[in-house]
């Protein structure tokens, strides 16, 4: 049995303005529309889609921040009707406590599930030195560079020990060297903690580096349009980094799934202008 069900999940939001998605009776707009989605205990699975395609709508729908306005989403089996602690979420912005340090921002979700204090430290020592952090302990959120600060955010994701991972463009925002960098290390991670990690992404080569599977959106309306399974050379120690980056398998998955994401892109330009003119 799959890890993670969607089925015909579809969302809908009242309409700000006239628009080409605006529903015929109550004034709506479809954001996703007939998603069907399998993902399998301990995979790693990333979404790419145009702007606005709904990718994060779909995220906050498993997290269970919001309800579909269509079909379910399972997980193990059960319907998601709302958060619960065997999903954990990294966002784009890290979202510390700028007086806790890098340790109490790892043990605060912690102390909300009402683990004992000397529990609950000790196992945010674990999460950090599990992110490449041991000894930045004692350091609040403003003395931390941005990648040390989404270290924390990963290992405050993960101190409650979460069954599915979601992250939401967690590297968007950081440097080249820090992103790629990142990627190595939440690689690491999720080979050495077998969480089931849904990831969306603008970056193709961001997707094809970290993904099992790929899922590709549509322009609005989301749909799923095709899920290309990325096989590099069992992703194994042997080729990692540039390397693996380099390698011919990877040039021919990008083209793969920028040829598929190309017409949508282009399609959700074009919806854009049509909806600025109305």
């Not at 395609?53 to 009707?81: F, M, N, Y």
């Amino acid at each position: 049995m799959a890890k993670i069900v969607f089925e015909g999940v579809g969302k809908t939001f009242p309409a700000k303005n006239k628009g080409r998605d605006k529903g015929p009776d109550k004034g709506e707009f479809t954001a996703l529309d007939g998603i069907d989605l399998e993902i399998g205990a301990g995979e790693f699975v990333v979404v790419v889609g145009p702007s606005g395609c709904g990718k994060s709508t779909l995220l906050d729908l498993l997290g269970g921040l919001s309800r579909p306005t269509a079909g379910r989403i399972l997980l193990d089996g059960e319907p998601v009707t709302g958060p619960g602690l065997d999903r954990g979420t990294v966002f784009q912005q890290y979202a510390l406590l700028p007086w806790r340090t890098a340790l109490g921002n790892v043990a605060f979700g912690l102390e909300a599930t009402g683990v004992p204090r000397r529990q609950r430290t000790d196992r945010a020592r674990e999460f950090l030195d599990i992110v490449g952090l041991a000894g930045f302990e004692d350091r609040h959120p403003h003395e931390l560079s941005g990648g040390m600060r989404q270290r924390v955010a990963i290992a405050r994701a993960l101190a409650y020990d979460p069954d599915v991972l979601l992250m939401d463009e967690p590297f968007a925002a950081l440097d080249a060297q820090t992103r790629e960098s990142l990627q190595d290390e939440l690689r690491r991670i999720w080979q050495r903690t077998g969480k089931t990690v849904v990831f969306i992404t603008h970056g193709i080569e961001e997707a094809v580096y970290l993904g099992q599977k790929v899922a590709v959106m549509t322009s609005r309306p989301g749909r799923i349009k095709e899920v290309v399974p990325v096989t590099l050379g069992e992703r194994g120690p042997g080729l990692q980094g540039e390397d693996l980056r380099s390698s011919p398998e990877f040039a021919r998955y990008r083209h793969e799934i920028w040829t598929l994401l190309h017409d949508e892109v282009a399609r959700a330009q074009q919806l854009e202008k049509e909806e600025a003119t109305v």
